[in-house]
């Protein structure tokens, strides 16, 4: 966004591109990893689960810290989006390598 604006994009249509940007990566990918870490996760997080979530994507938590907003755990809100939850980024890996190669497979 601050490289938009530095060209001279007003406030306004910077903050467009860049929803359109997004918009568009979140439909053309096969998954999503959201880092969830911290009381609460990034607020543009939780959109990008949102959408991806609606759009039928993969998507994966990677949650490797114990701050929760909630006693009972992570917002059923943000978990509901997801397809899976890890809290070891070595197993987040090997997540993304399962869900391609089982893609390759399918073709």
Same mark, same amino acid.
């Given at each position: ?48 689960? %949102?959408?991806? $979530? ?7 938590? *990677? &949650?490797?810290?114990?701050?929760? #907003? !909630? ?8 978990? %509901?989006?997801? $397809? ?7 197993? *987040? &890996?090997?997540?993304?390598?399962? #869900? !391609? ?7």
């Amino acid at each position: 966004m601050a490289d938009l604006i530095a060209q001279g994009i007003n406030l306004d249509d910077a903050a467009h591109q860049v929803w359109l940007c997004d918009l568009e990566q979140i439909r053309s990918c096969d998954l999503v990893v959201a880092v969830l870490d911290g009381r609460v996760p990034d607020e543009g997080v939780c959109v990008e689960l %949102g959408l991806a $979530s609606g759009l039928d994507k993969i998507v994966i938590g *990677l &949650l490797t810290d114990s701050r929760r #907003c !909630f006693p009972w755990g992570a917002n059923p809100m943000v978990t %509901g989006c997801l $397809s899976a939850i890890c809290t070891d980024p070595s197993l *987040l &890996l090997r997540m993304v390598k399962e #869900c !391609f190669d089982g893609q390759a497979a399918q073709i």
